[in-house]
């Protein structure tokens, strides 16, 4: 239980996928920058190996999120991702979200978004990085081993700048941050943030 | 608050359509890879040829892919790079650097196609006609193929004698009229211009003239021997 100052955010199983999935994107995207980028190979080498560990942590990656909807906590959060409010709309359009008093809930719709970019650059990653592992087993014409190649790069980049904002907004709300790490949150600052989640019911 | 039963509570699902979209869009990207990636790569290669820093290489899609059958690049110095030229012939020459680019020089601009699906546009190479070599060492009349060796220690490859005097069969030395780059295969390679990528070794270190062809590397994976650009492999690439 939370001290009565703090409000329960997020479940151990939660935290332990969040933690287990970040640890693995920032393994895959570490080797695969060095398999990329060529002044990088030159550096590092050890290419078989590298290529072994970014392929056991991509087929690894899903692992966590799939075990966590095993919890209904994390089914309802994703429930409340997915939904978008009034207040979300007018929270993505205003310029004074953040002190207008709007009343938005559990998440912000910020991130509502992030969440739904990281889970289909997810997808997208994973599926594209298949076609890349077993071209030949999967029988793919040119063409879409191309498509493949080419989508799995760009997809690299525009999660890789998805994260960078991620770790930067993490960095400027230290209580947010506290919250994934703790699993609870302090109620003067959800009152604020999250003013319909902490009122709620 | 119970989150258990959080109520997913009004409103429009917006983030289901966000991440729907953003899959299909990805999927769609897929499926039209080849228009994609082309269009990437025109984009990436006039950057590229501004470029000083080499954060060009950043944007997908274009431009070079390198490859090595070993755990890296390997690498030989301008001064120790020997290559020999041996096996069926009437003079056994080994030629350092100074000594190849002394021989009759010819340049060559091709795209350059590999077969696993990128392309790049009118690469410019240049170095000495396969066939001057040859003549220069004496191919001996039992000889029918030429194998090529390269200083990773590994990678193998093979032509007919035929095609290895073909005009467009080069053992090149620079690339873009600098010496060729370590990841791009120098400080020597072969360019067999108008076949697929595999075909022109890299780091060559050896050309063996022999009484038998003899398939190389990757041609014991299934690639094809005569590895024609738009005529094997299952492609259809507009030829180099």
Redesign the interface.
């Known amino acids: 239980m939370s001290p009565p100052d703090r409000?329960?955010r997020f479940?151990p199983v939660e935290r332990f996928a969040h933690r287990s999935t970040a640890a693995l994107a920032l393994v895959l995207l570490g080797t695969g920058l060095v398999l990329y980028?060529?002044?990088l190979?030159?550096l590092v080498?050890?290419?078989?190996?590298l290529e072994a560990v970014h392929v056991v942590a991509g087929l690894l990656l899903p692992l966590p999120v799939l075990l966590a909807l095993a919890t209904?906590?994390f089914r309802?959060?994703l429930?409340?991702?997915?939904?978008?409010?009034?207040a979300?709309w007018a929270w993505l359009r205003r310029r004074d979200r953040r002190t207008s008093g709007l009343l938005v809930?559990?998440f912000n719709a910020g991130q509502?978004?992030a969440?739904?970019?990281f889970?289909?650059?997810g997808?997208?990653l994973l599926?594209?990085g298949l076609?890349l592992l077993l071209p030949t087993q999967l029988r793919l014409p040119?063409?879409?081993?191309?498509?493949?190649?080419?989508?799995h790069?760009?997809?690299?980049?525009a999660l890789l700048a998805l994260l960078v904002g991620h770790a930067r907004l993490a960095y400027l709300h230290p209580e947010a941050r506290r919250a994934m790490r703790t699993g609870s949150m302090d109620v003067d600052y959800a009152r604020r943030e999250h003013g319909d989640?902490a009122t709620?019911? | 608050m119970d989150v258990t039963s959080a109520d997913p509570g009004p409103g429009t699902p917006v983030g289901r359509r966000v991440f729907l979209g953003l899959v299909g869009f990805g999927a769609a990207a897929v499926a039209l890879g080849g228009p994609v990636s082309r269009g990437l790569s025109r984009v990436q290669g006039s950057l590229a040829a501004h470029d000083r820093t080499g954060l060009s290489a950043l944007i997908p899609g274009g431009g070079w892919r390198y490859y090595t059958v070993t755990g890296s690049f390997p690498s030989r110095s301008a001064d120790a790079y020997r290559l020999r030229i041996g096996g069926l012939v009437r003079t056994p020459t080994t030629l350092d650097l100074p000594g190849l680019a002394a021989q009759p020089r010819t340049e060559i601009v091709r795209d350059f196609q590999c077969v696993t699906g990128w392309r790049v546009p009118k690469v410019r190479w240049s170095g000495v006609r396969l066939s001057a070599l040859l003549d220069a060492a004496g191919v001996l009349p039992n000889a029918t193929a030429v194998e090529f060796r390269s200083f990773d220690g590994v990678y193998t490859e093979s032509l007919t004698l035929e095609q290895a005097r073909r005009s467009d069969v080069l053992v090149v030395d620079t690339l873009e009229g600098k010496p060729i780059p370590r990841e791009h295969g120098g400080p020597v390679r072969m360019l067999v211009a108008p076949m697929y990528g595999y075909k022109s070794t890299k780091w060559l270190s050896e050309i063996r003239l022999v009484p038998k062809l003899r398939p190389g590397y990757w041609e014991q994976y299934g690639y094809a021997q005569n590895g024609w650009v738009g005529r094997s492999n299952g492609r259809s690439d507009v030829p180099t």
Do not use: C, H, I, Y
């Open positions: 409000l329960e479940t980028l060529p002044s190979s030159l080498g050890r290419r078989p190996l209904p906590s309802a959060d429930g409340a991702l997915n939904r978008f409010s009034p979300d809930g559990k509502k978004l969440a739904a970019a889970g289909a650059g997808v997208v599926g594209t076609m040119d063409g879409l081993r191309q498509g493949a190649t080419v989508v790069d760009s997809a690299t980049l989640w709620g019911p």
